[in-house]
């Protein structure tokens, strides 16, 4: 199970994080940008409510994407920490793995299944060609909500 708050930072420690509440949605993100930005088969993302997000220590600055959302990466050893999408300012999309313990944070969801890699595969329950409508992502985010406790991340 998870507690409340989680800690986390990038690899070298420079730039620390702080979650208060569990995510709304997780997913993996299969396009090729995020295969070239993580040099892995896919990206990770844990959904935070925006208060339930802060950077506690260092300043991260902007990579990657600098327009349609913001990449936020450690600038000494350039991990790639989180993303804030362009015009929704009620989450963050955080990489679990930049948290102490990053586990339980399975993707609900995968995107962009049509830029998959063959091999690669996840636990996640529901899979997109490309991006769900917007429309979707609530009624996603809901059924996700509602499993959150057996999923140990409560």
Known sequence: MANYPMEGGCRCGKVRLRINVPPIL??????????????????LSAAIPTEGFAVTAGEPVIGGLHGAARHYFCGHCMSWMFTRPDGIDFFVNLRPTMLADPGIFSPFIETWTSEKL?????????????????????????????????????
């Open 118 to 154: 063959p091999w690669a595969k996840t636990p996640a329950v529901h899979s997109f060609e490309a991006l769900p409508t917007m429309e979707a992502y609530e009624g996603l985010a809901k059924e996700y909500m509602e499993r959150r406790d057996s999923l140990g991340i409560m």
């Open 26 to 43: 997780t997913m993996a993100c299969h396009c090729r940008g995020c295969q070239r930005m993580t040099s892995s088969a896919f990206s």
